[in-house]
């Protein structure tokens, strides 16, 4: 090799190495990019992931919020432009009023209620049973003054129908022995209403249990269905050649609900699994009664039914799933639960992870000839942490609240009208309770007016609406309440029993003499 042949390899073997050397800087270098780079592109497939994720729970929260069915959406009606007198009742209609007998006869010591209004039986653990420490006492004495509240009924408010419970522990006050001058009592009371023209619509069960019954073990045991139903059967033996309307029970799911889960009915239990036992065996117990007295004398041309209280719950916000959720679960529960036992057969109630009930009795389809409501409010429903069930129940203080604090909605008896129908179509519907306690009189007349008009709208769209009974016709024991809320249309002075017509009662009387009017010009 020659040295310019030397120089030119040295100098082309430095030139490669000089570009080895380069390609390795530039691999170095990318590698150095790639890696400086990696965190971003890390962290952008984290965020467009997580941005994903948002979108796909967002997406599925929407949907999942809409597809949790509220029962009916929320309906609020334009007062100021509504005339409540535009309304019409059909010719045989029933007005009506009701009491129940612990609330207003007195002298009732041998039922439950007694028992726990004295503390004898369940001691509460902290406060009075009764809310403003009173005791149902005498009531209203409507034991002895019944002759003259009949004279309001005719006289007064020209009713045609008088709702009323007959009291189990004072008629069978042992098992199997009866009381017949108590027997004899109801006689002359229903003796008096049809001698003033008014039909007697009996309430068989109205939240009180004779003592015996309850030693027994009251609603908690299947058993005692039997107790009931054979004193239904007395009843309506005794009473039904003169009484076509019978209520079964009175507000299973309030007795249930109130006196199982924590709220100020006897027995004050905290369980929910009894409560649902109590439910089921109430339900079985009216769907016993309906087919044993339906057999019986008289049975095919009586009208008997449940009642139940039933209240629409609303969302706080219709679009929050949580709220949804729990709005839900408080409709399956009150009016779901029962309304759908009397449509299919099936009593069931479900919270996952907390309930899991399941109830059948096939008897239970058709087993009321039509269904009593007593409505009162509605709750409208926001999720919270701060409370055990989850649930605030909202008020919106820019509306009207009665004096228990409930919201004044008369759109919500147009409502469960129609949800009653949409369980059980085309089943008559008589409003058995539908009242206020305003101690002052200040929404009494609105009340009335706007309530009536509400059923009455519904009666317009063809809803089988065959009557309203206004709660109460006298202030009275207002169960743990005691005498502080006044739902009377006649105010009572508990000193000397004397009763005196509400103004804002008059707004009833109105509805009444106009329907009278309308039907006698027909
Ligand atoms: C109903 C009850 C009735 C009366 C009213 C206000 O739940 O049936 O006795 O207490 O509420």
Known sequence: ??????????????????????????????????????????CSIVSLSALLILI??????????????????????????INVKDRYFPEDFLWGTATSAHQVEGYNDNNQWHAFEQGLLWKPESGLPIGDGTVSGKACDHWNLYKKDIQLMKKDLGTNTYRFSIEWSKIEYRK??????????????????????????????????????????????????????????????????KVKLWCTINEPNVYSLAGYTGGGFPPRKNDIPLAMEVMKNFGDGHVAAYRALKQLPN?????????????????????????????????????????SFFSTGIMKFHIPFVVNFNHENKDAINSNDFIGL???????????????????????????????????????????????????????????????????????????????YAVSRAIKEGYNVKGFVAWSLLDNFEWSGGFEPRFGLYHVNYETQ?????????????????????????
Not at 22 to 36: L, S, T
Not at 217 to 238: C, I
Not at 429 to 448: C, H, L, P, Q, S
Not at 500 to 522: D, R, V
């Open 176 to 241: 199997g022995q009866y009381n017949m001058s108590v027997v004899q009592h109801y006689h002359d009371v229903i003796d008096e209403l049809l001698a003033n023209n008014i039909s007697p619509m009996v309430t068989i069960h109205h939240f009180t249990d004779p003592l015996w019954f309850v030693d027994l073990g009251a609603w908690e045991k299947s058993e005692n269905v039997e107790h009931f139903v054979s004193f239904a059967k007395f009843a309506f033996n005794e009473y039904s050649s």
């Open 299 to 339: 049975g095919a041309e009586s009208k008997i039914g449940i009642v139940h209280q039933l209240g629409n719950h609303d969302a706080y916000n219709k679009d929050s799933l949580m709220d949804r959720v729990i709005t839900k679960f408080a409709n399956d529960l009150s009016p779901g639960i029962f309304l």
């Open 1 to 42: 090799m020659t040295v310019a042949q030397d120089e030119r390899k040295v100098n082309d073997d430095s030139e490669r190495l000089v570009e080895e050397l380069e390609d390795e800087n530039d691999i170095a270098f990318v590698h150095k990019k790639r890696r400086r780079m990696l965190p971003i592109y890390a």
């Open 498 to 522: 004397e009763r005196t017509l509400k103004e804002g009662s008059k707004a009833f009387i109105q509805a009444i003499s106009e329907w009278k009017a309308t039907h006698l010009k027909a």
């Open 374 to 452: 007593n409505y009162y409010t509605r709750q409208v429903e926001q999720f919270t942490f701060d409370s055990p069930t989850l649930a605030n129940q909202y008020r919106d203080r820019s509306r009207n609240y009665t004096d228990m604090d409930w919201e004044i909605y008369p759109e919500g008896i147009y409502r469960m009208i129609k949800l009653i129908d949409h369980y059980n179509p085309n089943i008559p519907i008589i409003i058995t309770e539908n009242g206020i306690a305003d101690a002052k009189d200040r929404f009494v007349k609105m009340f009335y007016e706007r309530y009536l």
């Open 56 to 81: 796909a729970v967002g997406i599925a929260y929407g949907v999942l919020s809409w597809a949790i069915p509220v029962n009916q959406e929320q309906l609020i009606w334009d007062w100021d432009n």
